[in-house]
């Protein structure tokens, strides 16, 4: 178990449609990482959240991603007019005082 | 710009037979280069962190050593069990230790 559980594990939407993602990190930890992986490739980090503020975005982060982590605890990534290009497994990671990073099981989105 | 590197891509394995998948970085500032395995359908399982070169770390039949530019995961006598994806990633020289992935190795070990 490392303390961080992703719901829905597998989406499969129309192009066009929204999308949002839970992420919920045991506590005490204040670092939450969102991550994208195509498949065959490694992840890739997209942003990340110290308590509850956004602290930095990737390019990959187009204007349809936003992501939140109100009160400093769960986190919900949404993907807004979805295009196939947005298929992809997207994990999310917890950290606290070390470097490490500790991932959920991942939600698979797939957009027909 | 950071860069990390994994090869090969892919690797046949017989049980029994001994080999190294390789991580080669180009990071500014590197504190710390990660080991993970992902199994198909699953989020990274965190195996090692190491810091500085020559430091060595080991769990079961795996152990991941690191140089100034490369780091190295050993699997002595893999079991099909072994088989999986092994990532590696470095958080560079940024305050949110944000990790850089390598592309994996694809390890597939035959009984």
């Known amino acids: 178990d490392t303390g961080v559980s992703q719901d829905p594990r597998h989406k499969i939407t129309k192009r066009g449609q929204n999308v949002t993602f839970r992420c919920d990190p045991i506590s005490e930890h204040n670092r939450l990482y969102w991550y994208r992986q195509t498949l065959g490739q490694g992840p890739e980090f997209l942003t990340y959240?110290?308590?509850?503020?956004?602290?930095?975005k990737s390019r990959l982060l187009s204007d349809r991603f936003s992501a939140e982590r109100p009160k400093g605890s769960f986190s919900t990534l949404e993907i807004q007019r979805t295009e196939q290009g947005d298929s992809a497994m997207y994990l999310c990671?917890?950290?606290?005082?070390?470097?490490?990073?500790?991932f959920g099981p991942g939600t698979r989105l797939t957009v027909l | 710009e950071d860069q990390v590197t994994q090869s090969p891509e892919a690797l046949r394995l017989q049980e029994g037979e001994s080999s190294s998948l390789n991580c080669s970085y180009t990071v500014s500032g590197l504190r710390g280069l990660f080991w993970y395995r992902q199994d198909p359908g699953k989020g990274p399982e965190f195996l090692f962190t190491l810091y500085s070169a020559g430091e060595e770390k080991e769990k079961e039949r795996l152990k991941a050593t690191l140089t100034k530019k490369e780091s190295f995961l050993h699997i002595t006598a893999p079991k099909p069990e072994d088989s999986a994806t092994y990532l590696c990633?470095?958080?560079?020289?940024?305050?949110?230790?944000?990790?850089?992935f390598g592309g994996g190795t694809r390890l597939m070990v035959k009984p």
């Open positions: 990633a470095a958080p560079g020289e940024n305050a949110g230790n944000m990790l850089t």
């Open positions: 959240f110290q308590n509850e503020a956004q602290l930095e």
């Open positions: 990671a917890r950290s606290s005082f070390g470097n490490e990073q500790f």
